[in-house]
């Protein structure tokens, strides 16, 4: 799974420079399927060669990214866990085979290339008679190049692949379950509508739960708060606090009446050896009160 993983980010990872460094030293280590694997600032720095503050920015940007989640958050001494999601269940395609399985062809069956004179281009004949072929005749097929244009030699009669790379299907549009509706919306509304949410399907079952855990207004406004402070490109940020926050309150039983914000109770009075230390500090300040402005007057 570490060569799919690595292929994935060389190939289909966003992020550039440093966050990308962290990925691919992520999908270096990642052993299993699930491309999750433990490791901490100092092993990061050991393979990004680099020093510590630029370490925690990389993984802070590859986080923002949303190409890199934390698994698990750290505990004393053992590591964060950290997962590259868009690379689980990926596998790297498979080169392009060449040639043929079978080895070459008898003499009986190979074909005979013949160029009858300069100006026309290759004939390529098959006229064996046993040799298969479309319906144009029994002797097999026949490619011919006719004498070409003005502009050239030869003009081309098959069709070429003229797609690249840039042709491919898009990107589906991100489709939003509705029962998460409620809490996108109410962030968008806030005025973060340019949050993405490409969550796995998986991840929106982790949503999923939250929300009957939680409750839409709990996520949301915790959500609102952390926007507030920092720039949040991904929806999938969310996830790890969400986790860490306390279920919301059951509601209160039949019989049970849930009591206001209690205030806080008054300060204890002063004992009586306070109350004259306090007294002799009063009568000091007014002397030296007194003393100061005598001094002004002179």
Not at 25 to 49: H, I, Q, S, W, Y
Not at 192 to 212: P, Q
């Amino acid at each position: 799974m570490t060569i799919d993983a690595m292929h994935w980010v060389w190939n289909c990872s966003r992020t550039t420079g440093n966050p990308r460094l962290v990925l691919l030293a992520v999908a270096d280590k990642a052993p299993g399927p699930d491309c999750t694997v433990r490791m901490g600032t100092t092993e990061f720095r050991a393979r990004l060669n680099a020093s510590k503050s630029v370490v925690v920015r990389a993984v802070d940007k590859a986080l923002e990214s949303g190409e890199l989640v934390i698994a698990e958050p750290a505990a004393g001494s053992r590591p964060a866990a950290y997962q590259l999601p868009f690379a689980v269940g990926y596998t790297r395609p498979a080169p392009i085979a060449r040639g043929t399985e079978s080895g070459p062809l008898s003499e009986s069956y190979r074909s005979q290339i013949r160029t009858p004179n300069a100006q026309q281009g290759s004939r390529i004949e098959t006229p064996n008679e046993t040799a298969t072929g479309p319906e144009s005749g029994p002797g097999g097929y026949r490619i011919e190049t006719p004498t070409g244009p003005e502009s050239g030699p030869l003009h081309q009669t098959t069709p070429t692949r003229s797609g690249s790379k840039h042709d491919s299907p898009t990107t589906p549009a991100v489709v939003i379950p509705d029962f998460a509706r409620p809490v996108v919306d109410t962030i968008s509304l806030a005025g973060y509508d340019t949050i993405r949410w490409n969550l796995a399907s998986n991840e929106w079952l982790i949503v999923h739960a939250l929300i009957k855990s939680h409750g839409t207004e709990r996520l949301a406004r915790w959500a609102i708060e952390q926007c507030q402070q920092r720039q949040i490109s991904y929806g999938r940020y969310f996830l790890s606090g969400w986790r860490d926050l306390p279920p919301a309150p059951e509601p209160a039983p039949d019989g049970v009446h849930r009591l206001p914000a209690l205030r806080p109770a008054p300060a204890p009075a002063p004992t009586p050896q306070a109350a004259r230390r306090n007294a002799s500090r009063n009568v000091l300040d007014q002397l030296t009160q007194q003393l100061r402005a005598a001094g002004g007057n002179q």
